[in-house]
Nanobody
């Protein structure tokens, strides 16, 4: 099971750090990704990290502002979000892949956690 946390209300230009924690004794995915669903829109890819070698992937809309990282010992993945914009407002979800698949499509992720709401005010 995955659980996202750390969302909240922040002003434009501010920062938030989201956490994705995996429960259970072992957690060894191939990759963990962050997705978001803005109000009234489809779910979209934000960032992903390969568990073994920490290769990182980002959507163009967040490059240079968001950083994904992982802590193997804590079975956790983080999303540091800086210079937030109102268009970043969304429910953010983390999800995992157990085997290699393309990283951008939510359909290629096996295990999803409950989301956390991020609201960026202008």
């Amino acid at each position: 099971q995955l659980q996202a946390s750390g969302g909240g209300l922040v002003q434009a230009g501010g920062s938030l750090r989201l956490s994705c924690a995996a429960s259970g004794r072992t957690f060894s995915p191939y990759r963990v990704g962050w997705f978001r669903r803005p109000p009234g829109k489809e779910r979209e890819f934000v960032a992903a990290i390969t568990w073994s070698n920490a290769n990182r992937y980002y959507a163009d809309s967040v490059k240079g502002r968001f950083t994904i990282s992982r802590d193997n010992a804590k079975n956790a993945v983080y999303l540091q979000m800086n210079t937030l914009k109102p268009e970043d407002t969304a429910v953010y979800y983390c999800a995992s892949q157990m085997n290699w698949r393309p990283y951008e499509s939510s359909n290629d992720y096996d295990n999803w956690g409950r989301g956390t709401l991020v609201t960026v005010s202008s």
